[in-house]
């Protein structure tokens, strides 16, 4: 637990860096058209979401709200020049009243022109909605003109334009209202047609570049993970001595989803995002600075909140994750040790242990809540402040002329917009943490280096097998082996026993090439066993372990020889179509040795195959091992002397030496270790069997 402990510690520490980077965005090779269609798509979808408030206030300042506004000259002659330039500069907007007089149309003026018309007082506050005559179709001409004619007295002409200030609209009727306004009314329509096609826009090519996002991640992590575990099953066995079996299956598992969620929920979003935000400033720039340097002020207050959030949250999540992977692995040990637990009556000790981490767990995430507590609503009462501030400072602007209603009403919108994101902060920074810690994990396990698959991977295995001067140790601090030297001769049934520890699994573990001898070299049929392939060394090697593992039901490899090999034992074929944890420990080493005999290969390792067969079963295997052997070279590791009396030849190794060697007869003529070791079993047998 000390060494998870330092691993997630370490990892709150890491970033990324370029090698990092590089290696992550290689899985997207494939899929880099369908991802910068994405990215396109979702531009489309950033411009879109800008343009629905920026129609909203065209409809209000153009059409919704009457556009027409009176300039009166003054005597100044820099006022006169201005009104006098808009004039010539916009001559189909700006129509004379009189020498001193003009109604302009405000909403087709430049900001710049209409802010310094407001600025200088040379507008009218009010607004008047002007009717040009002379552009009506026959019969819209006679109706307005019946209105105007009817209400003389709201009513004023100036040339082709009939004009009426906003707040003389109310003394007219509905349908009066509906037949002056109705061109305004088309272009509202039409504007709310657009802005529904946008919305439109902004489903459809959010849902493709959703889709095409998830495909693309789903198709990377399906590939990612195939590589990962494919690299996984090329690793030495030195490296799954060092790294747990559940630190990669979450490696193969939840970190490559970690990843997965970074390129669909935080890559490409957040560079959408940016472009909004930057749109959003840009638009709101135009249409009012000094209301934007407020609202930027106040992003900028916000983003330094969310950095100072970023920081602590890196703290208090690494913290959560370290207390929940404890909280795991203390559940895990104490289901799978629940017999031990009742056996020693420490349920209410364990319960103590397990209520401390279960504490530890808790404040850590108490702590991540106090985080978000606090981060959340500083957001939104930042957001909520800021629409408070839009409105009261907006809201003046309007009344004084220095803001359209329209533009207001946008304003608020892009706050929206604009805050959105860094409501997402939060959840996006621990998806990116996450991806960030997974990725250097991944990148880490597929740089580890693979057992070497190179030499002789053909030819006629005859199984001699020989040992010259063999060193080892797997800590290069302790010898397990010493200047180890012997010799199986094709077709020659080898006994080795010794001590529990002296070195007998470590010599089966050599002959396979899962590790590596410090000293000496290893003969197969004359050639040293590093110029041969390991898969070709160990398809011509059957062996059993006294670690048995079953993949679960149908364990069989499909040859039914096994089953004929050994037809006095049990019916084999039932055992291995049986789930792995329905059978016994006893069962499961039957179908270890059927499978085993089903190779056919000239050299056979039974390392304690049958200690957890009865006596009777074991000594039919024997029998069967002796009539089915057919030339096979068999190498016998068991503690149990009685396994080994019929053996061509028994070695003794004891701390990492051979002391002896000979036959069963020999060595108790000897009388040294064997000796010892069988008269000691045969006193515990002999006692064991006394009448009660």
Request: proline share 2%; hydrophobic share 40%.
């Amino acid at each position: 637990m000390a060494l998870m402990d330092n691993e997630e510690a370490k990892k709150g520490k890491k970033t990324y860096d370029l090698k990092l980077i590089r290696w992550l965005f290689g899985y997207t090779r494939p899929y880099r058209t369908a991802m910068f269609l994405a990215l396109v798509f979702m531009i489309i979808t950033a411009a879109l979401e800008l343009t629905v408030p920026y129609i909203a206030k065209l409809a209000v300042d153009k059409y919704i709200y009457p556009s027409w506004r009176i300039a009166e000259l003054s005597d100044k002659d820099t006022d006169r020049k201005l009104v006098l330039d808009i004039k010539d500069k916009y001559s189909n907007l700006v129509v004379p009243i009189n020498q001193n007089s003009y109604l302009i149309d405000m909403s087709e003026i430049d900001n710049e022109d209409r802010h310094n018309l407001e600025k200088l007082g040379l507008v009218s506050k009010e607004r008047y909605l002007a009717i040009n005559q002379s552009g009506l179709s026959a019969q819209d001409y006679k109706k307005v003109n019946t209105i105007v004619s009817n209400n003389k007295s709201i009513f004023k002409e100036t040339g082709a334009y009939d004009y009426i200030s906003y707040t003389s609209l109310g003394q007219l009727s509905r349908s009066e209202l509906l037949v002056l306004r109705s061109d305004e009314i088309k272009q509202v329509v039409r504007l709310a047609s657009l802005l529904l096609l946008c919305l439109l826009g902004v489903f459809i090519f959010s849902t493709l570049y959703t889709y095409i996002l998830n495909y693309s991640g789903h198709k990377i992590m399906h590939r990612m993970r195939v590589n990962v575990f494919s690299h996984i099953l090329k690793l030495p066995q030195t490296f799954f001595d060092k790294n747990p079996v559940g630190r990669l299956s979450t490696r193969v598992t939840n970190d490559v989803n970690a990843i997965n969620e970074m390129y669909t929920s935080v890559m490409v979003q957040f560079f959408k995002d940016i472009l909004v935000v930057i749109g959003v400033f840009v638009v709101m720039y135009f249409m009012n600075k000094t209301l934007t340097v407020f609202v930027f002020i106040l992003t900028l207050l916000m983003l330094i909140f969310a950095s100072l959030f970023r920081m602590k949250l890196k703290t208090v999540y690494r913290d959560v994750r370290i207390s929940i992977a404890k909280l795991n692995a203390f559940v895990q040990e104490s289901v799978r040790g629940i017999i031990l637990i009742k056996l020693y009556n420490k349920e209410i000790e364990n319960f103590q242990k397990f209520k401390g981490i279960n504490s530890e767990n808790y404040k850590a995430n108490m702590d991540q809540l106090w985080v978000y507590a606090t981060f959340r609503p500083f957001i939104e009462f930042t957001s909520v402040f800021t629409v408070a501030f839009i409105l009261w400072y907006g809201g003046l602007k309007v009344l004084t002329l220095d803001l359209t209603l329209g533009a207001l009403i946008a304003y608020l919108y892009y706050v929206r917009l604009l805050f959105r994101p860094i409501m997402e902060l939060a959840e996006k920074y621990n998806i990116f943490q996450s991806a960030a810690a997974a990725t250097e994990n991944l990148y880490e396990l597929v740089n580890a280096t693979p057992e070497e698959n190179s030499g002789r991977n053909e030819g006629e295995i005859k199984g001699e097998i020989e040992f010259k001067n063999i060193w080892f140790s797997y800590d290069d601090k302790e010898w397990v082996l010493k200047n180890i030297s012997f010799k199986l001769n094709p077709g020659e049934t080898v006994a080795l026993v010794g001590l529990t520890g002296s070195g007998k699994t470590t010599i089966v573990n050599l002959i396979l090439r899962f590790y590596e001898a410090q000293k000496g070299e290893i003969l197969l049929d004359g050639v040293n066993i590093r110029n041969y392939n390991p898969n070709f060394l160990r398809d011509n090697i059957s062996a059993v372990f006294q670690d048995l593992f079953l993949f679960g039901k149908n364990t069989s490899d499909g040859n039914e020889q096994s089953t004929n090999n050994m037809p006095s034992i049990r019916n084999m074929s039932r055992l291995a179509q049986s789930d792995r944890n329905l059978i016994s420990s006893g069962e499961k080493q039957l179908v270890s040795i059927s499978q085993a005999f089903s190779k056919n290969a000239k050299f056979m390792i039974l390392d304690e195959a049958t200690s957890n067969i009865d006596a009777n079963i074991e000594k039919r295997i024997q029998e069967t091992i002796r009539k089915n052997g057919n030339g096979t070279t068999t190498l016998i590791i068991a503690h149990r002397l009685s396994n080994v009396r019929e053996a061509d030849r028994i070695l003794v190794i004891h701390k990492g030496e051979i002391t002896e060697s000979g036959n069963h007869a020999s060595l108790l003529a000897q009388k040294g270790i064997y000796f010892n070791l069988y008269n000691l079993q045969n006193e515990i047998h002999r006692f064991s069997t006394l009448p009660s």
